[in-house]
């Protein structure tokens, strides 16, 4: 079965870095989503994007962060000036729009800002 | 965005069923009913959605009722492998767009 796959699964950094968190959709899927969630919260929507722009964000995802598709397969979260607070699994999603189909997930990332 | 509301927590029994209950009384007409698990340490899983006909697959069913005001997602036989967070989460076109809002789930404990 298809996977969403997302490295690495733990980083570690210090505040005030930059990282990337990667993700490699499933090959035929055209929308691409990014998703985190805080130890003990809710999974929390950060943005959404298609066609190599975004099509919808939260107010989470503000100018520390940025999406990008930069060579056709992977797919990329970017926070310039992590936080203590940027402290979460983030989790990459993929799907074919439309209310008919369903979400695939990754196995998320570990973010730990230290 | 139209709002679910699930039990906190159930519990069931290894190899009994089980049905998850959902209110969504504020439910569009262009609404899909999805349901998605997260089992403990892991991303949230896909499990089955509907529009408005009961909907079956290897998983699980969803039962949906006539006014859709509710659905019901029933797991036939309870494995340990199923204790996860189990969300019911409204999917439509409307100002929300394509995002899925989770709430807090239900959290399903299978005793052995």
């Known amino acids: 079965e298809p996977e969403v796959t997302q490295t690495p699964s733990h980083q570690v950094t210090q505040m005030g870095q930059e990282v990337i968190l990667r993700c490699v959709p499933i090959s035929n899927h055209l929308y691409f989503y990014w998703y985190r969630q805080i130890l003990g919260q809710k999974v929390e929507f950060l943005v959404s994007?298609?066609?190599?722009?975004?099509?919808?964000k939260s107010e989470i995802f503000d100018d520390q962060f940025s999406v990008e598709r930069p060579d056709g397969s992977n797919f990329t979260l970017k926070i310039r000036s992590t936080k203590l607070e940027d402290s979460a699994m983030y989790f990459c999603a993929s799907s074919n729009r439309g209310s008919y189909y369903g979400y695939t997930f990754g196995s998320g990332t570990r973010l730990t800002v230290v | 965005d139209a709002k679910t509301t699930q039990p906190n927590s159930m519990e069931s029994n290894e190899e009994e069923p089980v049905h998850l209950p959902c209110n969504h009384s504020?439910?569009?007409?262009?609404?899909?009913i999805h349901w998605y698990r997260q089992l403990p340490s892991q991303g949230p899983e896909y499990v089955i959605h509907g529009l408005t006909s009961n909907v079956n697959n290897r998983m699980a069913s969803l039962a949906i009722a006539e006014d859709r005001k509710s659905s019901t997602l029933i797991l036939h036989r309870a494995t340990l492998r199923d204790a996860a967070v189990y969300y019911c989460?409204?999917?439509?076109?409307?100002?929300?767009?394509?995002?899925?809002?989770f709430g807090t789930g239900t959290r399903l404990a299978v005793r052995p």
């Open positions: 504020t439910i569009s007409g262009t609404d899909y």
């Open positions: 994007f298609y066609n190599n722009e975004i099509s919808e």
């Open positions: 989460i409204l999917r439509g076109s409307g100002s929300s767009g394509d995002k899925l809002t």
